[in-house]
């Protein structure tokens, strides 16, 4: 396996740098200049449903829209970390690799705002409101964040620490809130008091991971309260909800693995195992429901279609995440290698984005497919070379 999935990651890197990192979005179709112009995108519902059609349609038709292909920060910051482990792998140069993509994002902040923080390089329509381009939010600036404390742990460079700590001010002084038993971070704006269990956790993890670092221990109150708010919210079968907003009660993949990554960052980052009941129980969740016999996995937990490969990739990497807990789950790993590069990967060096019932979406998307395929086969790539060195049974042992 380690042959196959090294083979595959170049060509898969070697695409990425010919683009610049940059590409198409599922949700850029306000990128366009023609589209914006038009009356009806004044409105709401004109906007939902032209972007859900775009997302949905088997004919990429973003080039006769004008949707130009640009640079994601949290696409940059996936590739960034991807690169700390390849340096690791000593596969290629990260170091050398990686400075471009931290200038990048040195030059994709935030506008208007003292502290570092990052959103979308696009504006998207959400069920209730419009978020402006390159409005910050919680995600992608902690995303970018733990990308640079990747950075920062590899090299050592101070500048990388200190711009995730701006990042994690912006995230407590301007994100969080507490309105009786409730505790979160706002998403996807600052004006939202929202109650998403992801970005919550996520959010989390970086404060406790940036309290190790620095011995500042002032932003573990709003962790913890938040991360015992969300991971409260498990539901009887070990699964957690989206968000707790009557519209936000779905389960899927990647969120989920979010979850779990981020509950076991907490936990080793506070040497406590507070969480480790439902970690565990979400994990049992987590094998049972999102792969199939094939190597395919779900995005929902309750229905086949879509098969996407931002799940495919979170299908690699939570296994790998989840592998001190229960060594077996890596057993899964390769069945869905094997299925995404049949049914998902183009020779030209890229992978698809949807497998539906009836059709195949094969639009490549820069973050959504192409950054998390590099972050899923760079860490499988560092288990599998860690494990030649430490004689651990490698993957294909399944």
């Not at 404060?207 to 991360?227: E, N, Q, W």
């Not at 290698?337 to 998902?344: E, F, G, I, S, T």
Request: positive net charge; hydrophobic residues 40%; contains cysteine.
């Amino acid at each position: 396996m380690k042959d196959q999935v090294q083979e595959t990651l170049l060509k898969l890197l070697r695409h990425c740098r010919e683009e610049d990192w940059a590409g198409w979005e599922p949700y850029d179709v306000l990128n366009s200049r023609f589209v914006a112009s038009l009356p009806g995108m004044r409105h709401r519902i004109p906007r939902l449903v032209l972007t859900q059609f775009l997302k949905r349609s088997p004919v990429n038709l973003r080039p006769l829209l004008g949707i130009p292909k640009t640079q994601n920060p949290k696409a940059l910051a996936v590739f960034l970390s991807a690169f700390v482990r390849l340096a690791r792998t000593r596969l290629l140069d990260g170091n050398k690799e990686a400075d471009p993509l931290v200038a990048r994002l040195v030059e994709l902040r935030s506008p208007d705002t003292p502290y570092w923080c990052w959103g979308y390089n696009f504006p998207w329509q959400t069920r209730r409101l419009l978020v402006p381009r390159w409005s910050p939010n919680v995600v992608c600036t902690t995303f970018v964040a733990d990308a640079l404390l990747d950075a920062y742990e590899a090299w050592g460079d101070g500048r990388h620490l200190e711009m995730a700590a701006s990042a994690a001010d912006y995230i407590v002084r301007e994100l969080y809130w507490e309105e009786g038993e409730e505790v979160g971070f706002c998403y996807p704006m600052p004006s939202v008091r929202s109650r998403v269990h992801n970005s919550n956790l996520l959010a989390a993890a970086l404060l406790c991971r940036l309290s190790r670092l620095t011995g500042d221990k002032s932003a573990l109150g709003p962790a913890l309260k938040a991360a015992r708010y969300s991971s409260a919210k498990q539901l009887p079968d070990g699964r957690w909800p989206y968000g707790e907003h009557p519209t936000q009660h779905w389960t899927d993949n990647f969120h989920t693995g979010y979850n779990l990554g981020a509950l076991d960052r907490i936990g080793r980052e506070l040497a406590t195992d507070e969480f480790e009941g439902r970690l565990r129980k979400g994990y049992d969740f987590y094998k049972s429901r999102f792969f199939l016999e094939d190597g395919s996995v779900r995005y929902y937990h309750d229905r086949t279609y879509p098969i996407d490969t931002h799940c495919v990739a979170q299908g690699i990497l939570t296994p790998i995440e989840m592998e001190r807990y229960d060594p077996e789950g890596m057993r899964l790993v390769p069945p869905v290698l094997r299925w995404a590069l049949a049914h998902m990967w183009d020779k030209r060096g890229f992978f698809y984005y949807r497998v539906l019932r009836t059709c195949t979406i094969r639009t490549s998307y820069m973050r959504w497919t192409q950054a998390w395929m590099v972050s899923a086969l760079s860490a499988l790539l560092e288990r599998e070379t860690a494990g030649a060195q430490t004689g651990r049974q490698p993957s294909e042992a399944a």
